[in-house]
């Protein structure tokens, strides 16, 4: 069956220190991956998708960036955090129509 | 371009008592529509999807949805509410290519004992 991981899964840091968030899926092979963001009282926001190795696709232009160094593997990152960069950072990954997620990774910049 | 609306943000019933959650979809195509549960600080987890077989679905946790057309609403039930059902609900609408969901903004069911 399939399993996906994220981690770390609570992360507290300074504005203006970089940001590396990992995602993992086990179980599939080629799935498309994506990055959501959820800020309280705005539902979720997709940030990135990729349906294969070194392919990104970016929805909003924005502070973060994503990469796709392996198949099963997507990271989410970051140079310079910004306060409103705070948020549950959920990954997501489909074969077909369906996207299952992950369990999370809260980010707190302060 | 697809799209889709929850109609209330809270809904708060008692527990034994049918539980409804309302979305309606805009979609120039069928659409393909989903119905994801989030428990606090989880990630989303799926009650149900229909993708144009069976118009009535069924899904985990006793829940269950009907496509309606005629109404372009894909409402979320379940005929007794339990305490174990306060969390968000999302619904969402398949859009474009490489299967990305457009969102509804969810409605959080809150279930009084």
């Known amino acids: 069956s399939q399993t996906i991981h994220q981690w770390p899964a609570t992360l507290v840091q300074p504005v203006g220190s970089p940001l590396s968030l990992e995602c993992t899926v086990e179980g599939t092979s080629n799935p498309n991956l994506y990055w959501y963001r959820q800020a309280a009282g705005r539902g979720l926001q997709l940030l990135f998708y990729?349906?294969?190795?070194?392919?990104i696709s970016s929805e909003v232009p924005q502070n973060l960036s994503a990469s796709r160094p392996q198949d099963r593997q997507f990271i989410l990152s970051s140079k310079k955090l910004l306060l409103s960069d705070s948020g549950f950072y959920l990954c997501?990954?489909?074969?077909?129509?369906?996207?299952?997620f992950g369990p999370g990774t809260r980010l707190l910049v302060l | 371009a697809q799209s889709v609306t929850q109609l209330g943000s809270h809904v708060s019933v008692s527990e034994g008592a049918l539980v409804l959650l309302r979305c309606n979809y805009s979609s120039s195509v069928p659409p393909y529509l989903f119905w994801y549960v989030q428990y606090p600080n989880q990630g989303l987890q799926l009650l149900l999807k229909y993708t144009s077989a069976a118009t009535l679905v069924k899904g985990i946790n006793g829940f269950e949805a009907e496509f309606k057309k005629s109404e372009t609403s894909f409402h979320l039930t379940k005929p007794s509410a339990h305490m174990s059902d306060a969390a968000e609900y999302f619904c969402?609408?398949?859009?474009?290519?490489?299967?990305?969901?457009?969102f509804g903004k969810g409605t959080l069911l809150t279930v009084n004992p």
């Open positions: 997501a990954w489909s074969v077909r129509e369906t996207q299952y």
């Open positions: 990729s349906v294969g190795i070194g392919q």
């Open positions: 969402a609408v398949k859009r474009g290519s490489n299967y990305k969901l457009t």
